[in-house]
């Protein structure tokens, strides 16, 4: 497109030089394929567009939309599905560039020796040898324990086939990086990357069919080859290292990342998962972790030909060659090659015994399957031992323990399943157990101390509720289903494969309770005096009042014998408990729910240590600031002391795991940055608690933000009405982009809402609401009160990384948001009336809330993101035809205009702007 990436003024900066000539290319390159493509014309219109978008936003001057839809008034359908393809290929692209050039930033500096980031394993030891001796610190990174989940929440709108173009387009700019072409090899590496443009330009955005939770199972599992397999195995390795140089011969570490996933095994709220899906899902883990370790042993079995002519391998190595059943005399003297041939046969023999076929070529022989990972892990340990013993220890480190320590990690099951399921459905399976079962035909009836008393009375025996002539209902079984189906794959893979039971909206013992009976239905629970319970029995608190009642729940809970007995015999004495950080906002406004779950973490610290019993934190995060995304480092370490000593797991959702994960560079700063800051702060780096008048000073600001918030979203009787005209939430339901229904219930109450969608439509009209609203009421009526309490708000944000944390992230929200984009917005309410009582509101409070900003941290927005600000100026002026367009397309949809390219381009309108805003829901 001409030249897209314009004179950025950050272009002629050094240091980025090499992005803006990335972006400038790609532009250049659509550009050149939208002419051969489109035609002349819609070139012309699309470089018209573009020129006076870049040109009004980089002379300062404020947006007006309407110029905009000059220029595109009048533009008949086909061209502007033309239009709205272009800009969002471009957004696309250009996050390409950025992600590539992020990656070239972090060689250069580790070129050229610049000293450890912050995020860096190399950092972490540093900043925590200036605390504690080597020992100490080795100590720390053994005891770290980071598990990022990935869920199948639906806020990906990019397809399969798009993502993997983009791969191919970054992998073509990363090559050119270290490699030196001549100009003939420059020319055929251009021609090859035009042609990854072209392919992006003839393939279509938006997936045709509504994705399946088969179709999430399969997309989560690709990651794993794309980047985990090898970047968690690295760092591990890495992790070992350091332990080993800092505190030598004390053994292996236990692995620093286990990767979990809810992808089939969540069913609140979608009736797709059955006990059939979760069967599915445990089998295609087991089936990518086989065949990953089945590969690295094939690969082995190649490249160990080391002769027993030249070298004298251990005893022990030689009588596994023995018994590996190859008896081929070209290996008669290669006695590695045979035993990893058995070691192949037999990992062959325990894929056979749990998916029923060999994930890779067959085995040449067949052999008694491993019936554990260790058991795979000891031989692969004599392998390193033998090769050590002979001189050749350099192939012991750089071929066997990498294939080990992916064992170790991922074991035979690859990442750990969760369970989830609402609380009020497990209470109904329950009170029919009961019924069915002659205990009571009225548990629901009863108030919480008659139901934990009848809980309590019938855990004490082990004895099922249910039998064959029970007449329980369809729902019941169904869900029973599911834990039967849990219980089988528990028995035959071992306890990781699905370890946690996770209950969403839990408000009191007895939804844990209820759990622990339905687990008793399947055998994962065994009570009495000698008691097993196979999974953790995991309670999430959403709301701001479940937050602000956890603790209490906790501390009756552990009050329970029967349930403290089990935690200290099976659970290893730890309680794990999950923070809803999307639903909290929603319910009560960014700046109240990051005070609640702050203040909840605190309170469940003294809870758990008080009693005694460990604590392990579930954070339950999004990847909008609204869902409590922001950068995962920071978040770490502004956990309040304690919060991160029992490990922490922390949900992948949606674009978040693309971003992540899909490559190798990428995956390795995001999981690095999560175990370096665990360690950090679990050696004490995030400071001391905050003074007490700091607490003193959020309680009432939370407490103002929580008013002004309520007040708005559901104390004015026009607001519902106001945001589902305003936004496009009823369209992005049409989009084909996950298996889950938007809303809980048919119901248009924001309470039933879901709050992906609610944060996804807030972004697509750009005021992001759930990101800012309330916090500048509650900043203006605070400092108002007191001179010297903008004084202490600047101290909070200088010294305490709670508050720096949370203002800088909405600051970067606030830097997304535009009120110019959202007037044009404003044209679709109907209801003038409505919309002039909860415009005004909305744009006072913006206002507001960045003034405070600006003042408290004495600084313009972004001023300590300039990636960030560099990138919003860059990529900012393509939405603004998108943003235009999707105005005019959604007011001709919604007054009736059914013609098939209308709904076609809504849709595209969405997956470029949630593209270029770089995140959705």
């Not at 390159?29 to 819609?42: F, N």
Request: hydrophobic share 45%.
């Amino acid at each position: 497109m001409g030249d897209m990436a314009g004179n950025s003024p950050l272009s002629d900066r050094a240091e980025d030089a090499a992005l803006a000539d990335d972006i400038r290319l790609l532009g250049r390159l659509l550009g050149d394929v939208i002419r051969d493509q489109a035609g002349e014309r819609v070139y012309a219109l699309v470089e018209e567009v573009r020129q006076h978008a870049v040109g009004t936003r980089r002379s300062g001057r404020d947006v007006d939309p309407a110029d905009l839809g000059r220029l595109l008034d009048g533009v008949d359908l086909d061209v502007a599905l033309h239009v709205v393809r272009a800009f969002s290929w471009f957004s696309l692209l250009a996050n390409i560039a950025e992600d590539v050039h992020q990656a070239r930033r972090r060689r250069h500096h580790r070129r050229v020796g610049s000293p450890a980031r912050p995020g860096t394993l190399d950092h972490a030891v540093a900043a925590l040898a200036g605390r504690h001796d080597g020992r100490e610190v080795a100590q720390l990174l053994r005891t770290v324990s980071v598990s990022p989940v990935l869920t199948a929440h639906p806020t990906e709108v990019r397809r399969k086939t798009i993502l993997d173009v983009q791969r191919r387009i970054a992998d073509l700019l990363v090559w050119r990086d270290r490699v030196q072409l001549d100009p003939d090899e420059l020319a055929a590496w251009e021609a090859e990357l035009r042609l990854q443009v072209l392919v992006l330009w003839q393939t279509a955005l938006l997936r045709l069919s509504k994705l399946r939770v088969r179709d999430e199972i399969a997309e989560a599992l690709r990651y794993y080859e794309l980047s985990l397999f090898e970047v968690i195995t690295r760092l591990q390795l890495d992790v070992q290292r350091a332990v080993d140089e800092l505190d030598p011969h004390r053994g292996r570490v236990s692995p620093v990342v286990r990767m979990g996933s809810w992808i089939g095994g969540d069913r609140d709220g979608n009736p797709f998962v059955t006990a059939e899906v979760l069967e599915l899902a445990v089998e295609l883990q087991v089936r990518t972790a086989l065949g990953h370790h089945l590969a690295a042993l094939h690969r082995l079995s190649i490249d160990l030909s080391l002769s027993s002519r030249l070298v004298a391998p251990t005893a022990e190595l030689l009588a596994l060659a023995e018994a590996s059943g190859d008896s081929s005399p070209f290996r008669g003297d290669e006695p590695y090659r045979r035993a990893l041939r058995g070691m192949y046969a037999r990992l062959a023999a325990t894929a056979i015994h749990a998916v029923g076929h060999v994930p890779g070529p067959p085995p040449h022989a067949e052999l008694a399957p491993y019936d554990t990972p260790d058991q795979l892990v000891h031989d692969l340990t004599v392998v390193e031992a033998s090769l050590r013993e002979h001189g050749a220890a350099a192939l012991a480190d750089a071929m066997v323990a990498p294939a080990r320590t992916a064992v170790e990690v991922f074991g035979f099951h690859l990442c750990t399943l969760d369970l989830r399921q609402n609380s009020d459905v497990h209470e109904r399976v329950v009170d029919d157990l009961l019924r069915v079962g002659g205990v009571t035909t009225d548990y629901l009836a009863l108030d919480e101390p008659g139901r934990v008393e009848v809980l309590r009375r019938d855990l004490v025996s082990a004895r099922p509720l249910r039998h064959r002539a029970s007449a329980c209902t369809e729902s019941t079984e169904r869900e029973l289903a599911i834990v039967e189906t849990a219980a089988e794959a528990v028995e035959r893979l071992g306890g990781r494969v699905i370890s946690h039971a996770i209950i969403s909206k839990c408000g009191s013992v007895s939804d844990l309770l209820e759990v622990a009976v339905m687990l008793r239905e399947a055998g994962l629970l065994r009570p009495g005096d000698d008691p097993s319970l196979a999974l953790d029995i995991v309670p999430l608190f959403e709301t701001i009042d479940d937050l602000r009642g956890a603790a209490t729940i906790v501390d009756a809970l552990f009050a329970v014998p029967e349930y403290r007995s089990w935690i200290d015999h099976c659970r290893g004495g730890v309680q794990e408990v999950m923070l809803g950080y999307s639903d909290s906002n929603k319910d009560g406004g960014y700046l109240a729910a990051n005070w609640a779950l702050y203040r909840a973490q605190v309170s469940l610290v003294e809870t758990c240590e008080r009693h005694g019993v460990g604590l392990r934190f579930f954070h339950g995060r999004g990847g909008t600031v609204g869902r409590g995304g922001g950068p995962s480092y920071d978040a770490i370490l502004a956990q309040p002391p304690g919060a991160v000593a029992g490990g922490l797991r922390v949900t992948e959702q949606g674009e978040v795991i693309a971003a992540r994960y899909a490559g190798p560079d990428m995956a390795r700063r995001n999981l690095e940055a999560l175990v370096s800051a665990a360690a950090e702060a679990a050696g004490g780096a995030a400071g001391p608690p905050p003074e007490p008048g700091f607490v003193v000073a959020m309680d009432e600001l939370a407490d103002a933000s929580l008013a002004a918030y309520r007040s708005l979203v559901y104390g004015d009787e026009a607001f519902v009405d106001v945001f589902r005209a305003l936004t496009p939430v009823r369209e992005i339901s049409m989009l084909n982009i996950g298996s889950r229904p938007a809303s809980r219930t048919a119901s248009s109450r924001i309470e039933d809402l879901r709050a992906i969608p609610w944060v996804f439509s807030w972004s697509q009209c750009r005021i992001m609401l759930p990101g800012w609203f309330g916090a500048g009421s509650a900043f203006e009526t605070w400092a108002g009160a007191d001179p010297s309490h903008l004084d202490q708000l600047r101290r909070m944000y200088r010294t305490w990384p709670v508050f720096r944390t949370t203002m800088s992230n909405m600051g970067m929200v606030l830097a997304k948001s535009d009120l110019a984009i959202a007037n044009r917005y404003a044209s679709l309410v109907v209801d003038s009336d409505a919309r002039d009582r909860v415009m005004p509101v909305i744009a006072a409070e913006h206002e507001r809330t960045v003034h405070w900003v600006q003042e408290i941290t004495e600084a313009p927005l972004l001023d300590d993101n300039p990636t960030l600000a560099r990138s919003i100026r860059d990529r900012f002026p393509y939405l603004d035809p998108l943003h235009e367009l999707q105005v005019d397309l959604l007011g001709r949809y919604r007054t009736g205009d059914d013609d098939e390219r209308i709904a076609r381009s809504i849709q595209l309108t969405i997956n470029g702007i949630a593209a270029g805003l770089r995140n959705s829901g």
